[in-house]
């Protein structure tokens, strides 16, 4: 089971480091409006609940396929959360 502990971590990490980010981002420009920046943050929290519940599911037949789709969705969604961050300048 270190495979799903790793996956896990990956989920962490990536969408922890895009928040961070975010965070430098606005630390960097105090006279910007931040409302598009939180929703970043916010989108952030909600991708992480969503893919550690579907690695947490019990009730899944083919699981190598199953966490094989949530790593392929981690990518997209932090592909698109980092554009959404550079297109904030």
Known sequence: MANIRNLKKDINFVL???IEAVYV???ANTDKDTK???A???EAI???DGLIARVNDKSVENK???FKAIN???ETKGLALIEKL???N
């Open 36 to 38: 598009k920046s939180e």
């Open 72 to 74: 392929s969705d981690l």
């Open 86 to 88: 550079n297109k904030l």
């Open 64 to 66: 190598k396929a199953h």
């Open 16 to 18: 922890g480091d895009i």
């Open 46 to 48: 909600e991708t992480f």
């Open 25 to 27: 981002w606005e630390y």
């Open 40 to 42: 970043i943050i916010d």
